[in-house]
């Protein structure tokens, strides 16, 4: 009987086993002298075996650096995040704060990894909270902010370039049908909340903000009972996914219930599938919230169904709020172990505020994923978006890899593409600005490259402008394909 295979375990999805510091690292070209800071990317990467039913988003977090210094790369290091279910796997005395793990949800963060107030923080969404790493990204512990982060966090935060605050939309199934918008000081503080009632529990991943507005996409992928029961007892499944259906979405789950939920097997990593599933009778819709606002004075627009992980970025425009962003068709409605229901595009909504409508309009008919802008821009107009082009193939189709980038001008309308040749596997990249005060689009893309011919990951220096490789730091392994990552200069 054949085994079953899972492609989010295969070729670059794989995991690494082993982790590393390197301090001696061959760099082809130069490095520009302006980059001094980490580069910081996370991923998903199993450290105990997992079945086949594996979903990408499940794994141990692993967070990847590369420190970058007066034209040269002083170090590479790789390190699980250490919850207390990654200390027992490798053999380590728990050692992370209990009382700072929101519910019982002890999740070793995957998806993005930050530096805010001088800390450096690895994030994950759902309902658990952030854990703080040193500068070597040794794993501190459990983090909420000094006391003052009420329950989970977000991974996609956005940080307002002239306050330099953190603003974030959280969601967790236990707090029936709300969803919690929050901003973080420059202290590292929350110092304001905001529960925003929605349709039920849905999935949501990211968020968008202008100068004046905070956007929430709410849309059909929301919690599964059916799903989150299989991590029960068999003889309690069909009685946890009853009282699941009659709760979740409906009613606040108290802490207490939903730690022992979590102590049964549904939370932990590498445990298998995601608690979150295609809805088609959900409605799909994008609220529009005031940014000094209440849930009373959210403004929600219908669209067509669908799905988003990632907007490239927003502004306002007069009495619009324009979005750009890459929109799934559906999501986990036939592939349940990770983001592939047919490749994203690059479209535009205009939601037009005295109309009471939005426009809906494609830019780009590619798949592309894992947008990025200048973050000196979020919130406001930007004219240079950075994509990750899959082709004509969902994130995970097999045989499949991001093959290249995509460099739009949304103001020419204008797109410019660069391809890595065969054998190389694309990540996100991401812009760092020459200067403070540099032009946009004024300096380097940074991101990990996997050549499958030799097994080994490079981190990639390029131009933004032309798209044209300035260095390249070739790695001594490989870093799997992750989510996302975060400059963080050294000041």
């Not at 994950?124 to 952030?130: D, L, Y």
């Not at 956005?158 to 967790?172: I, K, M, N, Q, W």
């Not at 059916?226 to 699941?244: D, G, H, I, N, Q």
């Amino acid at each position: 009987m054949a085994v079953p295979t899972n492609p989010y375990l295969e070729g670059d999805f794989a995991p690494v086993h082993e982790e590393r510091t390197d301090t001696v690292l061959d760099t082809e070209g130069r490095l520009p002298e302006f980059l001094d800071g980490r580069y910081l990317r996370i991923g998903p990467n199993p450290i105990s075996a997992v079945p086949a039913t594996y979903h990408w988003f499940m794994g141990t977090g692993m967070v990847h650096g590369v420190r970058v210094r007066d034209g040269r790369a002083e170090w590479y290091r790789n390190r699980f995040v250490r919850s207390a279910s990654v200390q027992k796997a490798l053999g380590e005395k728990a050692s992370s704060p209990k009382d700072r793990v929101y519910a019982g949800f002890d999740f070793s963060p995957n998806t993005h990894v930050i530096g805010h107030a001088g800390r450096t923080f690895a994030l994950v969404e759902g309902g658990a909270r952030p854990y703080e790493l040193t500068f070597d990204l040794d794993t501190i512990g459990s983090c909420d902010f000094d006391g003052t982060l009420p329950g989970g966090y977000t991974a996609h935060p956005l940080r307002d370039p002239e306050t330099g605050e953190l603003h974030a939309v959280s969601y967790f199934f236990g707090w029936a049908n709300t969803v919690q918008y929050s901003v973080l000081g420059v202290d590292g503080r929350v110092r304001r909340t905001v529960d925003i009632e929605v349709n039920g529990s849905p999935m949501m991943h990211a968020f968008s903000l202008t100068e004046r507005h905070v956007v929430l996409y709410d849309l059909p992928v929301t919690f599964d009972p059916a799903k989150a029961a299989r991590s029960a007892p068999p003889l309690f499944r069909k009685a946890t996914e009853r009282v699941m259906a009659r709760t979740i979405g409906r009613r606040r789950v108290p802490d207490r219930l939903v730690a022992m939920m979590m102590a049964t097997g549904g939370a932990g990593n590498d445990r298998g599938s995601l608690p979150y599933s295609w809805d088609p009778t959900y409605p799909a819709r994008i609220g529009v919230m005031p940014r000094q606002g209440s849930s009373a004075d959210v403004r929600w627009f219908e669209i067509e169904p669908c799905y988003v992980y990632h907007p490239l970025g927003a502004y306002d425009d007069g009495d619009r709020v324009v979005l750009d962003v890459a929109r799934h068709p559906q999501m986990f409605a036939t592939e349940h172990r990770g983001p592939n229901e047919g490749p994203p595009t690059l479209d535009r909504w205009s939601v037009d505020l005295p109309a009471g409508k939005v426009i809906e309009e494609r830019l780009d008919d590619r798949g592309l994923e894992f947008p990025r802008i200048d973050e000196r821009l979020i919130g406001r107009r930007h004219r240079f978006g950075y994509a990750v082009d899959f082709g004509d193939a969902g994130i995970g189709d097999e045989g499949a890899t991001a093959h290249g980038l995509v460099k739009h001008d949304l103001v020419a309308g204008t797109s410019q593409a660069r391809s890595f040749g065969p054998g190389n596997e694309v990540d996100e990249f991401l812009f760092v600005p020459r200067a403070a005060d540099a032009p946009e689009d004024d300096g380097a893309l940074v991101g990990f490259v996997y050549d499958r011919t030799t097994g080994r990951s490079d981190l990639l220096v390029l131009d933004a402008r032309t798209l044209q490789t300035v260095a390249a730091v070739h790695l001594p392994g490989r870093v799997p394909h992750g989510f996302h990552g975060s400059w963080v200069p050294a000041a």
